[in-house]
């Protein structure tokens, strides 16, 4: 049961970059998911969540409105789209499943996890 986070890099600010979160070992299907990251220094954040179906996402405030998070079950992977980046969004970024309902905002109700994904946004 593993999840490998992938996608991120070196972009310059007002780039993008889409990281993905693949399941091996297991289906997503009936998985939460929620994507995290923690730049140095700082406390781990919760970035974005999506429910099992994909009906119900969530949003930090800091990323609404930049980043997307979505879901191809038939592939067993989750999305980040991440558009618009900023030098605060450099984090090594993290993806989370839980088999629960709905999308958990709490990263203490995930309990697998992937090793993370680095995104540098250069000024």
């Known amino acids: 049961v ?16 889409r990281l993905s979160c693949a399941a091996s070992g297991f289906t997503l299907d009936y998985y939460a998911i929620g994507w995290f990251r923690q730049a140095p220094g700082k406390v781990r954040e919760g970035v974005s969540y999506i429910s099992s179906s994909g009906g119900s996402t969530y949003y930090a405030d800091s990323v609404r409105g930049r980043f997307t998070i979505s879901r191809d ?12 980046l900023k030098p605060e ?7 989370a499943a839980r088999n629960v309902p709905g ?4 990263a203490a109700q995930y309990d697998t996890w992937g090793q993370g994904t680095q995104v540098t946004v250069s000024s």
């Open 2 to 17: 593993q999840l490998q986070a992938s996608g991120g890099g070196l972009v310059q600010a007002g780039g993008s970059l």
């Open 73 to 84: 079950n038939a592939k067993n992977t989750v999305y980040l789209q991440m558009n618009s």
């Open 89 to 95: 969004d450099t984090a090594v970024y993290y993806c």
């Open 103 to 106: 999308a958990p905002t709490d």
